[in-house]
């Protein structure tokens, strides 16, 4: 999965961009948000460096090819609201995971369904992927209802499969193949 130069990606009301040291303060207050932190597997933020750390984490996954992690923008205000992107990437099988988060003041209005739609797409056009996975805790309705809406299959709760934050969680396991999406 070769990505040579960062993807902007553009749909009718967002841009996926890079994240840069500057979004900082903009991924600490929705990150500092235990509502939106709930099922991330870390603790809220609560400094300038929480989100520092978090972005250095972007630039290391996309420098080492393991992945790549879009800010997620509206159009005419470009602050960033979330993000989006693949991790765990193994190119060898062709496969990568899926992670996101959004500011909790635009859940419900279908913004993580626009950004996901277009980095899957990107993802199976313009980096050799067959195969994306979800891990998601059951507890997590919003994020499965997103997921299955966007046509990945659950295949299986992977049980006590991470330990985070002091608790062992379960994950259900989704994927969503090439041609099942290409075909929509």
């Known amino acids: ?25 903009s991924i600490l207050i929705y990150l500092s948000d235990k509502e939106v932190m709930k099922y991330y597997g870390l603790a809220p933020f609560t400094s300038i460096n929480d989100a520092l750390d978090e972005i250095s984490w ?19 205000r470009g602050i960033v609201i979330g993000s989006c992107g693949f991790h765990n990437n193994v190119s060898q099988h062709f496969r990568t995971e ?12 279908g913004i993580a369904y626009e950004a996901l739609e277009a ?10 992927i067959h195969r994306i996975e979800a891990l998601i805790e059951p507890p997590n309705l919003r994020s499965l209802r997103l997921i299955e809406k966007l046509g990945f299959i659950r ?21 969503l193949l090439k041609q099942e999406f290409l075909k929509e």
């Open 1 to 25: 999965m070769s990505i040579d130069s960062f993807p902007v990606i553009e749909t009718k009301r967002l841009i996926l961009r890079k994240i840069t040291k500057d979004d900082a303060k």
């Open 58 to 76: 972007y630039q290391s996954i996309e420098s080492n090819k393991t992945g790549i992690r879009w800010g997620i923008t509206i159009k005419e």
């Open 98 to 109: 899926i992670g996101f988060e959004l500011s909790r003041d635009h859940w419900g209005k």
């Open 119 to 128: 980095i899957i797409s990107y993802g199976f056009e313009h980096m050799n």
């Open 155 to 175: 295949e299986g709760l992977l049980r006590h499969y991470e330990y985070t934050n002091g608790k062992f969680d379960d994950l259900y396991m989704y994927s």
